[in-house]
């Protein structure tokens, strides 16, 4: 078992669930139970399944909620690409989140390649 407060992953995919928060506030309130939501389950996803894989008896366990969690950023980043299709989000806070993202999932790569040694 390990403890997901000491992982640096963990923290970033904290952080940037508060800042989508921030970024989808704005949103068109028609979007409020759909784009929006989804972009935030999404964001929520990453770091909830990095913490709930931590807590798993195996290495085999953890690694497997590694994997959801890269799925709800693969899913995050489809989300991202609507709303800035959409006009809902602007180049620079498009940019500005998917560059956090994708560190994200390369330190999640990281950390399950960890594992498998």
């Known amino acids: 078992m390990n403890n ?6 963990w923290d970033k995919a904290v952080e940037l669930a508060t800042i989508i928060y921030d970024k989808t506030e704005n949103f068109p309130k028609t979007e409020q139970y759909g784009l ?4 935030r389950r999404s964001a929520v996803s990453i770091s909830s399944n990095i913490a709930e894989g931590a807590g798993r008896e195996s290495k085999k366990e953890f690694k497997q909620f590694l994997n959801i969690s890269t799925g709800s950023c693969y899913e995050l980043e489809t989300q991202l690409k609507i709303s800035k299709n959409l006009e809902f989000l602007d180049e620079g806070k498009y940019s500005e989140i998917r560059k956090r993202l994708i560190e994200i999932q390369k330190m999640i790569y990281a950390l399950r390649q960890s594992l498998t040694k």
């Open 36 to 39: 929006t939501s989804q972009i």
């Open 4 to 9: 997901f407060r000491n992982l640096d992953v």
